[in-house]
């Protein structure tokens, strides 16, 4: 009996001790957030930070951009928060905390800033009380993030190039087409879809014939429509009126196709490097 009365005890004991900590633990929450509470009140905000400016604006792809910004450091803050509207106008905030006075966006921050649209950030200075932040107000900028231009060799010029036009999520350049031999001034223009995943020149076989391009012997395609009956052919073709002309261009009449496209093969067999411009609908070709 005085064993179990003992060990009673002890659990008593035990219990009321731990009673005494959580006591003690939230009664020294209370007095800091208490504390805190009537600092912040007597506390006041930081300035806004002055001298917000784009420190450097680096256009990396068509997908991406860096953007740093700088400021002045305001008298008494210790933190720094900043922000930024996102492409579907939403606020990303914040974007970054830091206690120095610049801050890169879109590199290793969630937010990716795309080329070629405007953006409103903003920055604001905050003094850090306990777990707590007294923030002022926010300096605000607007910039605008050009577009992607693919870098060039100094004095590189493209030995094709056509501009065509944006149409169903597709760029579609405008080709002077002929039978070979046809004289320049009697090519006619074709539309062609621009297909970077496909690997032949394809020309609806209605328009083969209405110019009169040559049947080179059978062959079959397929894709994800199933096969088609086809035949191998050739083209003269002229990058727009006085442009860059190729003659015998190799690509394949299909039947019932309904429409041309324009593949990687014209740049494969000739060793070009292809560049297509989406802002401006431009398909250039240069030398590899």
Request: a negative charge; glycine letters at 10%.
């Amino acid at each position: 009996m005085d064993e179990l009365e003992q060990a009673f005890s002890e659990v008593r004991d035990a219990v009321e001790e731990r009673a005494r900590s959580v006591v003690s633990l939230i009664a020294k929450r209370l007095h800091d957030r208490v504390d805190e509470e009537a600092q912040a009140a007597t506390t006041q905000p930081p300035g806004v930070p002055q001298d917000f400016r784009v420190a450097s604006l680096d256009v990396l792809s068509p997908a991406r951009a860096l953007v740093t910004y700088a400021w002045s450091a305001v008298p008494g803050a210790t933190v720094y928060q900043i922000g930024h509207d996102g492409p579907d106008g939403t606020w990303h905030r914040p974007i970054a905390n830091t206690s120095a006075t610049e801050a890169q966006i879109g590199a290793s921050t969630p937010f990716v800033v795309a080329p070629g649209r405007p953006y409103t950030a903003y920055v604001q200075a905050g003094i850090e009380i306990g777990s707590n932040t007294l923030w002022g107000d926010p300096a605000v900028l607007e910039i605008s993030v050009p577009e992607y231009e693919a870098p060039a060799r100094a004095g590189e010029k493209p030995v094709a190039s056509v501009e065509g036009t944006l149409a169903n999520d597709s760029v579609v350049v405008p080709l002077l087409m002929g039978a070979p031999g046809t004289d320049a001034s009697a090519l006619q223009a074709v539309e062609c879809v621009v297909d970077t995943g496909a690997f032949e020149c394809a020309i609806d076989a209605t328009t083969a014939s209405l110019l009169h391009l040559p049947n080179l012997g059978a062959t079959s395609v397929g894709g994800v429509g199933g096969s088609a009956t086809a035949y191998l052919t050739q083209v003269d073709v002229q990058f727009g009126p006085g442009g860059a002309t190729y003659k015998a261009v190799n690509a394949v009449a299909i039947e019932g196709f309904g429409q041309n496209l324009w593949g990687l093969r014209f740049a494969i067999d000739r060793g070009y490097e292809v560049r297509l411009n989406t802002r401006t609908a431009e398909l250039s070709y240069y030398e590899g």
